[in-house]
């Protein structure tokens, strides 16, 4: 699985290894901190904004690594991966009248929308390195500009953050945790059965299936001792849309499950599954759009050198 991230990033690194961020004043997104702008600037005023002297500047800092649950589940989010108070955008509104023609720009690498409904009025926008500017032709007069984070550089961000692992649930990972660990974490089980333990919360049923015995024993999978977490199966007790996790469908296999004939008007199930990663997904939906209805935790694949050897 990291070899399938790192192949990709390194591609675009190559490729793109000259649309660095554009910079203002000498503050790039993704890379600078609030503590870089202060040391520079001081602090800014009662809006939140920089008043100098040709120029009223808005930054917008990040809040810190996303926290949300299942945030490894969906796509890679290199805003989600830096730390707090590093630099997301600038915002530049000139107070001075800035010629657009002045700054000399291949606007061949731009892309030219008109800004509805003012006539005369442009955006041109650059993600590749990250900066778009609002302009007056009619005047050639720079009217906003917006830095963000250039491709490149968030791509660098995703190949040095991504998490190795990605069947991880509230520090719970296959094979790795044991029942000592899921104790500590949620306490005695409301029930269990043979190798299972159920725990419920306000918003959701958690199953954890635990290796019931060692290679030598005729059921055995896995070469980790008893008591291990095998699966963690997260129940959804009030579904939520499947769109809120934003999985990535080069990682995901859509299985559309078959309903049971003596059930009338079925669901629609689907599967949502990530071999390499070591996670399912099942969403239901009766018309309307997907809901997630549980999340299961497998042994990843890279963890597969742990199964028993018969």
């Given at each position: 699985m990291k070899l399938r991230i790192l192949l990709p990033v390194l591609a675009l690194l190559i490729i793109m290894e000259n649309a660095s961020a554009k910079e203002w004043r000498g503050i790039v997104p993704l890379k600078s901190t609030r503590a870089e702008v202060e040391r520079r600037f001081g602090k800014p005023n009662e809006r939140g904004d920089y008043e100098l002297n040709d120029e009223r500047v808005s930054i917008d800092y990040a809040d810190g690594?996303?926290?949300?649950?299942?945030?490894?589940?969906?796509?890679?989010?290199?805003?989600?991966?830096?730390?707090?108070?590093?630099?997301?955008?600038?915002?530049?509104?000139?107070?001075?009248?800035?010629?657009?023609?002045?700054?000399?720009?291949?606007?061949?690498?731009?892309?030219?929308?008109?800004?509805?409904?003012?006539?005369?009025?442009?955006?041109?926008?650059?993600?590749?390195?990250?900066?778009?500017?609002?302009?007056?032709?009619?005047?050639?007069e720079i009217k906003t500009i917006d830095y963000y984070s250039s491709v490149a550089d968030c791509v660098e961000v995703i190949s040095k953050h991504t998490p190795i692992y990605r069947n991880e649930w509230r520090g719970l990972r296959p094979l790795h945790a044991t029942r000592r660990d899921v104790e500590r974490l949620l306490g005695p089980p409301q029930r269990t059965w043979e190798q299972n333990a159920l725990y419920t919360t306000d918003h959701e049923a958690i199953t954890v299936k635990y290796v019931e015995g060692n290679c030598d024993e005729p059921n055995a999978e896995w070469k980790v001792p008893i008591g291990t977490v095998v699966e963690l199966v997260i129940g959804q007790r009030y579904p939520f849309l499947l769109k809120r996790l934003n999985l990535d469908d080069a990682r995901y296999e859509r299985h559309e499950q078959t309903p049971l004939p003596e059930i009338p008007n079925p669901p629609k199930v689907v599967n949502y599954i990530?071999?390499?990663?070591?996670?399912?997904?099942?969403?239901?939906?009766?018309?309307?759009?997907?809901?997630?209805?549980?999340?299961?935790?497998?042994?990843?694949?890279?963890?597969h050198m742990l199964r028993c050897k018969k």
């Amino acid at each position: 699985m990291k070899l399938r991230i790192l192949l990709p990033v390194l591609a675009l690194l190559i490729i793109m290894e000259n649309a660095s961020a554009k910079e203002w004043r000498g503050i790039v997104p993704l890379k600078s901190t609030r503590a870089e702008v202060e040391r520079r600037f001081g602090k800014p005023n009662e809006r939140g904004d920089y008043e100098l002297n040709d120029e009223r500047v808005s930054i917008d800092y990040a809040d810190g690594p996303c926290v949300d649950l299942y945030f490894t589940l969906g796509k890679e989010n290199c805003k989600c991966l830096v730390a707090k108070g590093t630099v997301m955008s600038i915002y530049v509104q000139p107070t001075v009248k800035r010629k657009f023609s002045g700054l000399k720009l291949d606007l061949t690498r731009f892309t030219r929308q008109a800004i509805v409904p003012y006539p005369d009025n442009f955006a041109y926008y650059n993600p590749t390195e990250g900066v778009d500017y609002t302009v007056d032709e009619s005047e050639d007069e720079i009217k906003t500009i917006d830095y963000y984070s250039s491709v490149a550089d968030c791509v660098e961000v995703i190949s040095k953050h991504t998490p190795i692992y990605r069947n991880e649930w509230r520090g719970l990972r296959p094979l790795h945790a044991t029942r000592r660990d899921v104790e500590r974490l949620l306490g005695p089980p409301q029930r269990t059965w043979e190798q299972n333990a159920l725990y419920t919360t306000d918003h959701e049923a958690i199953t954890v299936k635990y290796v019931e015995g060692n290679c030598d024993e005729p059921n055995a999978e896995w070469k980790v001792p008893i008591g291990t977490v095998v699966e963690l199966v997260i129940g959804q007790r009030y579904p939520f849309l499947l769109k809120r996790l934003n999985l990535d469908d080069a990682r995901y296999e859509r299985h559309e499950q078959t309903p049971l004939p003596e059930i009338p008007n079925p669901p629609k199930v689907v599967n949502y599954i990530d071999r390499a990663a070591g996670i399912d997904v099942r969403a239901q939906s009766t018309g309307g759009p997907e809901e997630v209805v549980s999340i299961t935790y497998l042994p990843a694949m890279k963890d597969h050198m742990l199964r028993c050897k018969k």
